[in-house]
């Protein structure tokens, strides 16, 4: 989404829909991988919880107001809001996994 919406690069969002890495200047390759995975490849661990983080800060173009504390701060009160909530959940730009021993 982040490819599309936000930077216009379509020729890279078809890269990651075809199951390749991303890359961060600052971080190198940027894997992608399915929730589930962690369990497969720890089947000790269980993931108890997924939370959606960043579903709507990124989509706000207005890269000033994002340097707005009160702006931050009702921001956040949404993405809060909806963090828990089938549909935002899946449409987040990152998930928080709480994980737990089986």
Same mark, same amino acid.
């Given at each position: $989404? ?8 379509? @020729? ?5 829909? %075809? &199951? ?13 991988? @399915?929730?589930?995975?962690? @369990? ?5 661990? #269980?993931? #108890?919880? #997924?939370?959606? $983080?960043? #579903? ?7 890269? *000033? ?7 931050? %701060?009702? $921001?956040? *009160?949404? @993405?809060?809001?909806?963090?828990? $909530? ?13 994980? &737990? /021993? /089986?």
């Amino acid at each position: $989404m982040q490819m599309v919406v936000l930077l216009n690069d379509f @020729e890279h969002a078809h890269s990651l829909l %075809d &199951g390749n890495n991303g890359m961060a200047s600052k971080y190198g390759a940027i894997g992608y991988y @399915e929730d589930l995975n962690i @369990e497969k490849g720890c089947p000790e661990l #269980t993931i #108890t919880k #997924t939370l959606g $983080m960043r #579903t709507f800060w990124d989509m706000q173009q207005n890269q *000033e107001i994002h340097k707005d504390a009160h702006w931050q %701060d009702k $921001m956040v *009160e949404i @993405e809060m809001r909806v963090s828990d $909530m089938d549909g935002y959940k899946d449409i987040a730009f990152f998930h928080h996994l709480l994980i &737990g /021993k /089986k």
